[in-house]
């Protein structure tokens, strides 16, 4: 019989579990105990009313309904337990955080991770997945060091659905731990994660039913260096270690890494990121790289991208006092490093954002954006014989170009009564294209622009404000434009206490230029605020015409009530 490793810390999780029923809590500081109140309950009752009316009898929704909602919360020197309850007519629902536990208390320079938690090292290695145990960071005042430790549960063992085509999941656990020193000029860190598959499971099923168990090592470390004034360097470097079949036999030649032991199937994989940046006063310019190589792998994460490599250029900088700011970049990314894949893609990315602000009142903003995808195809025949992949050149089979611009306006000035005017005028515009080696395939443009004008007069809290909107696309043969106005007009009364409000738009549209319609919407509605509650009524009106349709009208209506309570016990009050 196989002795279960890490005995210890399946029993600590255990009984953390137990002692505190599986309760949800999260961020307690522990160096509250004894200065803050101990008790503290809070929350909401409140109910929602809608209604609609609508010309049309076989609507799938519902005319009308009714929600009641209840919600409390009490906390115990920052450890949160929340309820809910909601009923409306349809059914009943009730939630409570019992299902899952999370305890993360800190104190001083300590914090711990209890229960469902998550935790990163490094890209390459853990980064964000959950796991089901316990973990620490312990980050003195300074910050000069840190070191993060974890284990537990990666995944839970579940059966296959044979139904849905869903294989069974193996009992996975995961072990990390990492440090990181850091200084004025430098920093460096290390880190190792290990996680594996439980070899027998209590299903005893087929591999077709299952995954194999699989088996993980990662080895990463970062650091950052100022070689000289304003010019730093900084690196990330990962080596993964990954069996696919932990069942199958051991290769003689050696052992990588305790507890991981070298395989049939296993393989090295590895990841390095690295970049330079040089400040100055005129800006700050960066060059960087990144290279995965194919196959990379860890079960630290839940989503891995490998097999590419990058490039990337990005320059910042102010000019004109800082009333002109720019930022620059370019990068180029490429697949299929190995040579084994039929085809490789290489992508063109350049942006660029100018910001541009003469004075407080007058601010412009310009960007750019765009995007080359190249494939090439290599012959079948080529790709089947295996031939050098230096000595013959792919062939170009697909090129794809997206490109994006746009800008705004924005315009600000205040009167000598206080009232305040604004001019806001945005345009965007967004282009593809995409060609073959042998025709040119489909064109789109994309165009959108709107301008608006906005009045606030603050004597007596009234807004308003009127915008125009356009929006048009053209995706082959095919064009349709969108246009229309809307009005909206906002008050206060009683004191900031009522809030009502008004709102009036009409659009056109049209179809390979032929108009197919309009749309005619008016909403209103009042807010009312007053200490613990809070109230609101809204009601829409909407008319829709179609040419080749009869018109339509609807109505809705929403009435809302909330009330929340909080209350404090103390040690005192006894």
């Not at 690196?235 to 507890?259: I, K």
């Not at 790709?383 to 611009?405: F, I, M």
């Not at 009234?462 to 064009?479: A, D, F, K, P, W």
């Amino acid at each position: 019989m196989t002795k279960r490793k890490f005995p210890y810390i399946n029993r600590f999780c255990l009984l953390c579990l137990l002692s505190l029923a599986y309760g949800k809590i999260a961020g307690q500081d522990l160096s509250l105990i004894g200065k803050s109140e101990p008790l503290q309950i809070n929350g909401t009752v409140g109910m929602q009313y809608y209604g609609r009316m609508s010309g049309k009898s076989n609507s799938p929704y519902p005319l009308s309904g009714a929600i009641w909602q209840v919600g409390l919360n009490a906390s115990l020197y920052g450890w949160n337990l929340p309820f809910s309850v909601t009923y409306s007519n349809a059914n009943l629902r009730w939630q409570q955080p019992f299902n899952r536990f999370s305890l993360q208390p800190s104190w001083k320079w300590i914090r711990m991770y209890l229960g469902d938690a998550s935790m990163s090292f490094s890209p390459y290695s853990l980064n964000g997945h959950q796991f089901t145990g316990a973990g620490a960071e312990f980050e003195p005042e300074g910050g000069k060091w840190k070191i993060s430790i974890m284990g537990g549960r990666l995944l839970r063992q579940t059966s296959p659905d044979t139904i849905r085509g869903l294989p069974g999941i193996r009992h996975r656990m995961g072990y990390g731990l990492a440090g990181e020193c850091r200084e004025e000029k430098f920093s460096l860190g290390a880190g190792i994660f290990y996680a594996s598959d439980r070899k027998n499971d209590a299903f005893h099923l087929p591999d077709s039913l299952t995954e194999a168990p699989a088996e993980n090592l990662v080895l990463h470390s970062k650091g950052t260096a100022g070689i000289i004034d304003n010019l730093q360097v900084q690196f990330e470097y990962a080596v993964s270690f990954f069996t696919p079949d932990r069942r199958s036999p051991e290769v003689a030649e050696g052992t990588t890494f305790f507890p991981l032991k070298y395989r049939n199937g296993s393989a090295r994989y590895n990841a390095l990121k690295t970049g330079i940046t040089y400040t100055s006063r005129f800006g700050s310019a960066g060059l960087y790289a990144e290279r995965v190589d194919p196959g990379y792998r860890t079960l630290g994460a839940y989503y891995h991208l490998n097999d590419f490599a990058s490039y990337t250029f990005q320059y910042a900088g102010t000019a004109l006092q800082k009333k002109l700011s720019w930022s620059v970049s370019s990068g180029w990314q490429y697949d299929n490093l190995s040579h084994r894949k039929s085809s490789t893609s290489h992508r063109l990315i350049h942006n660029l954002n100018l910001t541009f602000s003469p004075s407080d009142a007058l601010q412009m903003n310009f960007t750019y954006s765009n995007f080359s995808r190249y494939m090439y195809l290599r012959p079948v025949e080529e790709y089947l014989s295996e031939p050098d992949p230096w000595k013959n050149a792919d062939t170009l089979h697909y090129r794809q170009v997206t490109g994006t611009w746009g800008g705004t306006v924005f315009w600000q000035t205040e009167d000598r009564s206080g009232n305040r005017h604004q001019i806001n005028v945005s345009f965007n515009s967004n282009t593809s294209r995409e060609e073959s080696a042998d025709s040119l395939a489909n064109r789109g443009l994309f165009v959108s622009a709107s301008g608006g004008y906005t009045f606030s007069k603050h004597d007596n809290d009234l807004s308003s404000s009127m915008v125009l909107q356009y929006n048009s696309s053209r995706t082959g043969e095919i064009t349709g434009a969108y246009l229309g106005p809307a009005l909206s007009v906002r008050k206060s009364i009683a004191q900031k206490k009522l809030q009502a409000y008004s709102s009036v738009s009409y659009n056109k549209t049209w179809y390979d230029a032929e108009k197919t319609g309009y749309v005619l919407m008016g909403r209103g509605g009042l807010s009312f605020r007053q200490k613990n509650h809070t109230a609101d009524l809204t009601f829409g009106m909407a008319w829709r015409k179609k040419e080749d349709r009869n018109n339509r009208k609807e109505f809705t209506m929403n009435f809302s009530y909330r009330y929340t309570f909080s209350g404090k016990k103390n040690r005192e009050q006894k």
